[in-house]
């Protein structure tokens, strides 16, 4: 447990290295008004330095932040980071402008949020526990041949073509669509097998596609996210080198960047902060990843956050990061709610 003085000894620390990105010296800490001698700001920083929380990356340099450091500074954070009122007023501004749908939505996300943290920002579309039937359509196309058209809660179209055994009308196959529309709307594809209703050898058929249509939609994967703000974050003097560079492009390009993340991220709650080794991808050991998910519990949702260097502004990027989930949650509540 670190004393106050060594906990704001650290802090300066922190928020200088974040700030300019050089090793901090003893003399620059002690002229931010602690109170004490220069002599006892060194001796505070060697007992820091013994205890994990810096280091120093040269001899005669001074200290920058280990990830253990970072971590106590963030957890410091958490619990009164806010975005002041007139910031969230525009965020929520903004997104009133823009067509009622998830993809603006997303893209508008990443937007705003790469541009308030000057880094890259990961915006997943939001992705159902469970696929539950909103609509369906069959549409006969030609002798035995229709088209079962569905439309799932979640806004998602799907369509299949069927082979019928037998010849049925356009008025019949209308006719069965209103009626298994108004006995299996909202339901899942579990909640559909459970139900007993007496079905034609038609509809049988139909209700058998549209369930494997739904588990197919359940099955899928976490679509990689929408990025934005690569450009902020390849700037910074961390990503000056070529390697660095192009490994992070090959990262983004094989879409395995939120692979050990997701299935942590949505079924959590809170906003997570993976910092330097903590992430698995070696490429990554420089930076840091904030996520968090949105949408509605138990229902539908998807993962939102920031990547960057290590030395990234926590400050800023963690309460933008959870005041755009929360907008998010609340647009898709709207939506799916």
């Known amino acids: 447990m670190l004393t106050r003085r060594r906990g704001k000894i650290l ?5 200088e290295y974040i700030s300019k990105g050089v090793p901090v010296s003893s003399e620059v800490v002690a002229k931010k008004g602690l109170g004490v001698s220069p002599a006892t700001v060194r001796n505070e920083m060697m ?27 963030i957890e410091s954070l958490m619990s009164y980071a806010r975005l002041s009122w007139d910031e969230q007023f525009l965020i929520r501004h903004q997104f009133h402008q823009v067509e009622r749908a998830v993809e603006e939505w997303t893209h508008l996300a990443a937007a705003i949020l790469s541009g308030m943290v000057h880094n890259v920002a990961l915006v997943t579309l939001p992705k159902p526990v469970e696929a539950r039937l909103k609509h369906l359509e069959l549409v006969s196309l030609q002798e035995l041949l229709v088209l079962l058209v569905i439309v799932l809660k979640e806004a998602k179209l799907r369509q299949q073509m069927l082979t019928l055994e037998e010849n049925v009308s356009q008025e019949e196959l209308s006719a069965s669509a209103r009626k298994l529309t108004s006995a299996y709307a909202g339901l899942t594809a579990s909640e559909i097998a459970d139900k007993d209703l007496k079905l034609s050898p038609v509809e049988e058929q139909v209700m058998k596609i549209v369930s494997e249509l739904m588990r197919d939609e359940e099955g899928k994967e976490y679509e990689e996210p929408y990025i934005d703000g ?31 993340f997701l299935p942590r991220v949505l079924t959590g709650e809170g ?5 330097g080794r903590e992430n698995k991808e070696n490429v990554m050991r420089d930076c840091s990843v904030i996520l968090t998910r949105y949408g509605i519990p138990g229902e539908v949702g998807g993962a939102i956050g920031v990547m960057g260097p290590t030395r990234m502004e926590y400050q ?3 309460p933008t990061v959870s005041f755009l989930s929360t907008v998010m949650s609340e647009l898709v509540s709207e939506l799916y709610g």
């Open 47 to 73: 007992e820091l330095e013994e205890e994990g929380y810096i280091v120093q990356p040269h001899t005669s340099a001074g200290r920058i932040p280990t990830e253990k450091g970072y971590r106590h500074y």
């Open 316 to 318: 800023r990027a963690i």
């Open 11 to 15: 802090s300066i620390i922190i928020g």
């Open 271 to 275: 906003v997570r902060v993976v910092i």
């Open 230 to 260: 690569l450009r902020h974050m390849l700037r910074q003097p961390e990503f000056a080198s070529r390697d660095k560079i192009a490994a992070i492009m090959e990262m983004l390009e094989q879409k395995s960047l939120l692979k050990s």
